[in-house]
């Protein structure tokens, strides 16, 4: 997508969301001077996004080295990269928002899986104050990391149809029946997320069959073929992953503030949903 369609998209959203965001908002009883700044909110959203599909590593070299060099024409009241990095929290609400709208629609097969996102190297846990409170050591495939949890539930084509961010140490059951709310059919997992108690939920609350390997300690229990084909098929969650994490960047160790650090996860997931 090029910026300026991404742009007229973001804007779009913007224009029928604000109106009825600002209307809802709760109010502690004095006035609030909603002054026009340089940047709209659909501009900051759209650089921020936009960063995500560019080749840059770090947001910094990104805003400085190719925003204000070579977007000055598109953005013409672009502000000092300090200013901006103030600026990305009041953003946070509609990204949230303008990724749901972005959302598939569920087909009736379904996967489910989670991904670690450390914040810092595991030697530095001890000295790491930035997420302090926020962040919790957990384990995965690829050993202990201190940092949060992306779980993700994806269609057979790929879309996302529901996310949700937790701490490193929340186990990848637990959001489950959250992320299941809108879904229906097969939900294909991996050997992480077997449970009797979950099963028996999604069936009689949202009429979801959970479909899972066994691990080696069970007994062993006939599958239709359907659903030994659909197992195969996990790949397909499993390179979302890889390309929120290799592409758009979702993960990094660089961050100074939490939540720029949620903003940064949005960005990537919507840069994802209009690859």
């Not at 109010?27 to 501009?43: A, F, M, N, T, V």
């Not at 359907?226 to 160790?253: C, F, G, P, W």
Request: glycine share 6%.
């Amino acid at each position: 997508m090029s910026l300026l369609e991404l742009f007229v998209d973001v804007d779009d959203f913007c224009q029928l969301f604000l109106s009825i965001w600002h209307k809802r908002l709760l109010s502690d009883g004095s006035k609030k001077r909603r002054r026009k700044g340089q940047l709209s909110i659909s501009e900051i959203m759209t650089i921020i996004i936009y960063f995500h599909q560019s080749r840059y590593r770090d947001f910094k070299t990104y805003y400085t080295e190719h925003v204000c060099k070579y977007l000055c024409t598109e953005f013409p009241n672009l502000v000092t990269y300090e200013r901006f990095v103030a600026l990305m929290p009041s953003v946070f609400g509609p990204l949230s928002a303008y990724l749901k709208s972005l959302y598939g629609q569920c087909r009736g097969i379904s996967f489910i899986d989670s991904t670690a996102l450390a914040v810092c190297d595991n030697h530095r846990i001890h000295n790491h104050k930035v997420f302090e409170g926020v962040a919790e050591r957990g384990k995965g495939s690829m050993g202990w990391f201190y940092g949060l949890k992306v779980h993700l539930v994806v269609n057979d084509r790929g879309e996302i149809l529901a996310c949700q961010i937790t701490a490193g140490n929340v186990d990848d059951r637990e959001p489950v029946p959250d992320l299941c709310k809108h879904l229906f059919g097969k939900l294909i997992a991996d050997r992480g997320y077997i449970s009797q108690a979950l099963f028996e939920q999604l069936m009689e609350t949202f009429n979801v069959q959970l479909i899972t390997r066994i691990k080696k300690n069970m007994k062993n229990r006939l599958l239709p073929w359907l659903d030994k084909l659909l197992l195969r098929k996990r790949a397909i969650i499993e390179s979302v992953v890889d390309q929120l994490k290799n592409i758009s960047q979702i993960e990094h160790t660089r961050h100074r503030s939490p939540i720029n650090c949620f903003i940064n996860i949005l960005a990537g997931l919507i840069a994802y949903c209009h690859q």
